[in-house]
């Protein structure tokens, strides 16, 4: 094939993408695309912005591997070059995530994470450590909601398991960048010691590997497997909740690890005092090391997240277009970033210029203020922290007047507000009995007819639940 018809051959392939994606679709991410080169079975294309590379990357991925094996031969590459400054016409070449390179290596598609072969130990170099490469500390834009975290996060990645940050254990909401940190501190410590084995898993993966290997019969290939990791990044470890079998394991994969100098890497939607169903004695080990929280992100942090977002994207937002998308979208980063990409696609697609219209038509579309569901969890937490008492300590057997009120406040807004039963509010909540519950939900009844005071600061903490 001749190389150097790049333009015929990308033009082929836009006939195909054509037949498969509608017209606007179409205009607004292909036309746009210009091919540079096709040399050694890679094609190179450039794109206008890091906006367009990663719509293409995350919603295209699969067309674009379909019209290049149709059109060029099965095998071919996609490269990126990206425009980054338009006007200095400076730009940069990007290679595709692990997603797009066309899995030239197996066309089985099958992936590594959902069978893990992995198993027979394999070598530092042969290890894919599932990191996402697009999560890094530079782009992780520090604030005062998320200092602690980042700073212990750079701690660990310059010397995994010789600080006091082992294991880390990072939790808030969902959206806030737990994710995106602890794929930054394990690019990091790939790029400063490639000799380590570094392994970064959803504990729901980590569950389904586990229940595999017991079908499998090979538990001990699963543990041994663990066993040899360097460092180790679990995400999302509330999901064992109540799994005992995967709890127990874990226990001992995680003390191998730590008495062994391995760093741990732990996220979850919460701290280790509110993780219900979970084993004390994991619990414990949990918070050997540092428990640091990742708040939602303030308003200042929210505007530099999104200077950040439009500068990487090549985009020009106005400045009263930014403040308004900070001072209305308030949950998560994930949010922000959101809103940033629809805004952008609706401005292309409908020729619209970016003012403070399209914003507020865009915030109201895309960020839908739904009644999350109250749990039982989320309703002890608040009391707690409108009476300023340690989560840790209802958890006790401390009869203390505070204490004591915190527990009957919170069974008695939970089986309010809840479908939650009496024994399992009484579970979260102190570890008591469904009887315990029901006089504290009687106690705070007779307390609301006749105590004006303590009324209004029940009624407080609910309308903090509405919030």
């Given at each position: ?16 993408i ?11 991410w292909?036309?746009?695309?210009v ?10 294309i ?96 520090e ?100 799994l ?88 998560s980063v ?41 749990t ?92």
């Amino acid at each position: 094939m001749n190389e150097s018809n790049h333009v015929e051959l990308w033009n082929r392939c836009l006939n195909f993408i054509k037949d498969n994606v509608s017209e606007s679709a179409y205009k607004t991410w292909f036309v746009p695309v210009v091919p540079l080169k096709y040399e050694n079975k890679a094609l190179t294309i450039q794109v206008p912005s890091q906006f367009f590379y990663e719509i293409l990357e995350e919603k295209y991925v699969e067309l674009l591997r379909s019209a290049l094996y149709k059109e060029i031969g099965r095998g071919t590459q996609l490269m990126y070059r990206v425009s980054i400054d338009n006007t200095n016409k400076i730009s940069v070449d990007q290679e595709p995530s692990h997603r797009t390179i066309l899995q030239n290596r197996n066309d089985k598609a099958t992936d590594a994470r959902e069978t893990p072969s992995v198993l027979q130990a394999p070598a530092p170099q042969d290890l894919d450590p599932h990191l996402n490469l697009n999560y890094n500390f530079d782009n992780f834009i520090e604030g005062e909601s998320n200092k602690l975290s980042r700073t212990a996060g750079e701690t660990v990645a310059l010397n995994p398991a010789k600080s006091t940050f082992n294991p880390l254990f990072i939790y808030g909401p969902s959206g806030v960048g737990k994710t995106h940190l602890v794929n930054a501190i394990g690019a990091k410590i790939k790029e400063l010691y490639p000799g380590m084995k570094v392994l970064y898993i959803s504990a729901h993966l980590f569950q389904v590997q586990y229940t595999n290997s017991v079908r499998n019969n090979k538990v001990n290939d699963f543990i041994r497997f663990y066993q040899g990791i360097d460092v180790l990044i679990l995400d999302d470890i509330q999901e064992f909740a109540s799994l005992t079998k995967t709890q127990n394991t874990f226990f001992h994969i995680f003390n191998h690890l730590h008495l062994n100098g391995k760093q741990l890497i732990m996220t979850s939607d919460r701290p280790p005092v509110l993780l219900q169903g979970m084993e004390d004695r994991l619990l414990t080990r949990f918070k050997w090391g540092l428990v640091a929280e990742l708040e939602k992100p303030n308003l200042e942090l929210r505007k530099r997240i999104l200077r950040e977002k439009i500068r990487r994207d090549g985009l020009v937002f106005p400045g009263e277009v930014i403040n308004y998308i900070a001072e209305n979208v308030d949950d998560s980063v994930r949010d922000l970033e959101g809103v940033v990409v629809s805004i952008m696609a609706r401005s292309v697609i409908l020729n619209k210029d970016i003012d403070l219209d399209l914003a507020r038509y865009v915030v109201k579309e895309s960020v839908r203020h739904e009644t999350v569901p109250l749990t039982v969890e989320g309703i002890l937490e608040k009391v707690c922290k409108h009476f300023e008492v340690d989560p840790a300590s209802i958890q006790t057997k401390s009869r203390k007047r505070e204490v004591v009120q915190v527990r009957q406040i919170a069974m008695y807004l939970s089986k309010k507000h809840t479908d939650s039963s009496t024994s399992k509010i009484g579970l979260v909540v102190g570890k008591k009995d469904h009887a315990t519950v029901l006089h504290a939900c009687k106690m705070v009844k007779n307390l609301l007819e006749v105590d004006k005071g303590f009324r209004m600061e029940v009624e407080e903490i609910e309308s903090s639940l509405k919030g």
